[in-house]
T-cell receptor, first 112, second 115 residues
Framework: GAGVSQSPRYKVAKRGQDVALRCDPI?????LFWYQQALGQGPEFLTY????????KSGLPSDRFFAERPEGSVSTLKIQRTQQEDSAVYLC??????????FGPGTRLTVL | AQSVTQLDSQVPVFEEAPVELRCNYS??????LFWYVQYPNQGLQLLLK??????LVKGINGFEAEFNKSQTSFHLRKPSVHISDTAEYFC?????????????FGKGTKLSVKP
């Protein structure tokens, strides 16, 4: 079956622009996670959904970051007024059981 | 709070040699432990996981890891590496008792296998 997909794979934004990153999880996976991976670092947790409910957003770095999963499947991570420090790879993962996450290929965001 | 330390940022090794990638964690609660591999421009792929039971865990591609609770370590090993094992490897921990399971990652170890 299909794995986790993310789009776009690459995004270049000018500083101040808004961006939206999409994640299609594996069908039937209840849990969905977003991570941010800066260059040369390990992924860092951003936010977690169980179905459509956002249960933890403690990792979101600022109020410019917003995530949603309105129907409990596809999720969108939105970044408003992008800054250079937002440049990173954004990874989405989904899980049926909370201790086994399957990752998408990521979206590489470059803010100029 | 939980944390993960990967002691080596880069490990060069010759093909067919053995390799060990070191990982130590700190946590005040019981944890689940994971190793993921990341090939260039790709997402993370699960190599193996420790949830409970036997402390020696076998994963894909001939990798194995041993959970050592007293030393709070979860080192990854392979007896004979191939060129195709060249990638970045991440150790991760999640809260055993939590209902969420978000992962805390180390900074990664780049394994470079030379012919």
């Amino acid at each position: 079956g299909a794995g986790v997909s993310q789009s776009p794979r690459y995004k270049v934004a000018k500083r101040g622009q808004d961006v939206a990153l999409r994640c299609d999880p594996i069908s039937g996976h209840v849990s969905l996670f977003w991570y941010q991976q800066a260059l040369g670092q390990g992924p860092e947790f951003l936010t977690y959904f169980q179905n459509e409910a956002q249960l933890d957003k403690s990792g979101l770095p600022s109020d410019r970051f917003f995530a949603e999963r309105p129907e409990g499947s596809v999720s969108t991570l939105k970044i408003q007024r992008t800054q250079q420090e937002d440049s990173a790879v954004y990874l989405c993962a989904s899980s049926f059981r909370y201790n086994e996450q399957f990752f998408g290929p990521g979206t590489r965001l470059t803010v100029l | 709070a939980q944390s993960v330390t990967q002691l080596d940022s880069q490990v060069p090794v010759f093909e067919e040699a053995p390799v060990e990638l070191r990982c130590n964690y700190s946590s005040s609660v019981s944890v689940y432990l994971f190793w993921y591999v990341q090939y260039p421009n790709q997402g993370l792929q699960l190599l193996l996981k420790y949830l409970s039971g036997s402390t020696l865990v076998k994963g894909i591609n001939g990798f194995e890891a041993e959970f050592n609770k007293s030393q709070t370590s979860f080192h990854l090993r392979k007896p004979s590496v191939h060129i195709s094992d060249t990638a970045e490897y991440f150790c991760a921990v999640s809260d055993h008792g939590g209902s969420q399971g978000n992962l805390i990652f180390g900074k990664g170890t780049k394994l470079s296998v030379k012919p």
